[in-house]
């Protein structure tokens, strides 16, 4: 990684994800992992690389009110799926004073603990997303808010899904020798995997 300085002002966001319908549905992140939330773990991880953090989660806020961050819903128009969720994360940032916004997934409890650095080196401050040896994780991206016109655009355009986004924009891929840090909570296996991780 280069040592090229990471600014002070990227607010972070959770994608809380959808229904979970092969986990028997819920908040996937609110799945026990060594006797805690899947989303505390994975905000651990990400608290020292924000100033600030907030959830993408639609439905009743208050199931989220333990961790005592902003729930932020779907905007009415919006794409749906995770890529309405940055949209969402993006407003949110703007009002916060943020430049990025660093976003992971809500089940995936151990992001990289330099995925914002790596990021940002990787794309110069430009757009950027991780990189596993099972490919792009678009899921673990830095959105710079000076972007935000070129990806309405997009929306606009009928581009609905974070990778498709991303890859329209240019973004740089920061690679990661392991898949470790991505790992999720997709099915009841992956859970009995993290949990005997």
Not at 60 to 67: S, V, Y
Not at 144 to 160: F, K, N, Q, T, W
Not at 173 to 178: E, G, M, N, T
Request: net charge neutral.
């Amino acid at each position: 990684m280069t040592n090229v300085p990471v600014p002070t002002r990227i607010a972070g966001l959770v994608l809380m994800g959808g229904e979970a319908r092969r986990m028997g549905g819920g908040d996937k992140a609110l799945l026990l992992l060594h006797g805690r939330p899947i989303l505390g773990h994975a905000l651990d991880r990400l608290r020292p690389q924000a100033f600030a953090l907030a959830l993408s989660a639609n439905g009743d806020p208050a199931r989220l009110g333990a961790f005592g961050l902003p729930v932020l819903p779907d905007a009415a128009g919006s794409p749906g799926g995770p890529l309405s969720g940055v949209v969402a994360g993006l407003t949110w940032a703007a009002a916060q004073g943020a430049s990025h916004l660093l976003t992971v997934p809500g089940d995936a409890p151990f992001p990289p603990r330099d995925l914002g650095a790596r990021l940002w080196a990787a794309g110069g401050g430009g757009p950027a997303c991780a990189a596993s040896p099972d490919g792009p994780e678009p899921l673990h991206a830095l959105w710079p808010l000076d972007r935000r016109a070129e990806l309405d655009r997009l929306i606009a355009e009928g581009v609905s899904s974070p990778r498709r986004a991303l890859a329209a924009l240019g973004a740089a891929h920061a690679p990661y020798p392991s898949r470790d840090g991505f790992r999720d909570a997709d099915t009841p296996d992956d859970l009995a995997a993290l949990r005997g991780a």
